[in-house]
T-cell receptor
Framework: DSGVTQTPKHLITATGQRVTLRCSPR?????VYWYQQSLDQGLQFLIQ???????AKGNILERFSAQQFPDLHSELNLSSLELGDSALYFC??????????????FGEGSRLTVL | GQSLEQPSEVTAVEGAIVQINCTYQ??????LSWYQQHDGGAPTFLSY????GLEETGRFSSFLSRSDSYGYLLLQELQMKDSASYFC????????????FGTGTKLQVIP
């Protein structure tokens, strides 16, 4: 158990709909990352937050948005869903400090299926 | 931006040694990490190199050459449970610690 909690674990929805994925980081971690992993693909970096502020953006579509709340949990909002958005969405957290290994602790992921 | 290259698939025999290479291009390089991911599971951290040289953790070792923008993961005494995908990831410096992953290498260990 990494200490990172993601909900829901599975989600099936239709094209055009909107969903929200939730992530609770490990206790004490200030940095939250979101990654998208399509079938048999790598981990595509979407966005990173540190202590409530957006710090880095990757290949995140305009239809997607995210935020980190004062209690440090984060939400990833996906709207106007398309078939190609079907993927496993991972949240990861880290202390966010420059020192150390920068190890990311991953949640179990939210599997989104768009029909 | 960042780009990382790894072989897509590697097959090795149980008990043998396998090396998975990773080359990267990035600015603000801070360090190279390796993660393991079993099918359907979450990636888990294996090792990290910030300086040139070899880091050993049990059966796994990781190497980095900053001048060559190259690293590798070495797995010794392969076991069937080592069958998984292995990702290298670059950590870039700055006010944040962005981590970008490679496309992953699927390792199949055969008897």
């Amino acid at each position: 158990d990494s200490g990172v909690t993601q909900t829901p674990k599975h989600l099936i929805t239709a094209t055009g709909q909107r969903v929200t994925l939730r992530c609770s980081p490990r206790s004490g971690d200030l940095s939250v990352y979101w990654y998208q992993q399509s079938l048999d693909q790598g981990l595509q970096f979407l966005i990173q937050y540190y202590n409530g502020e957006e710090r880095a953006k990757g290949n995140i579509l305009e239809r997607f948005s995210a935020q980190q709340f004062p209690d440090l949990h984060s939400e990833l909002n996906l709207s106007s869903l398309e078939l190609g958005d079907s993927a496993l969405y991972f949240c990861a957290s880290s202390p966010g400090r420059a020192a150390g290994t920068g190890e990311l602790f991953f949640g179990e992921g939210s599997r989104l299926t768009v029909l | 931006g960042q780009s990382l290259e790894q072989p897509s698939e590697v097959t090795a025999v149980e008990g043998a040694i396998v090396q998975i290479n990773c080359t990267y291009q990035t600015s603000g390089f801070y360090g190279l990490s390796w993660y393991q991911q079993h099918d359907g599971g979450a990636p888990t951290f294996l090792s990290y190199n910030a300086l040139d040289g070899l880091e050993e953790t049990g059966r796994f070792s990781s190497f980095l050459s900053r001048s060559d923008s190259y690293g590798y993961l070495l797995l010794q005494e392969l076991q069937m449970k080592d069958s998984a995908s292995y990702f290298c990831a670059v950590r870039v410096s700055g006010g944040y610690q962005k981590v970008t992953f490679g496309t992953g290498t699927k390792l199949q260990v055969i008897p």
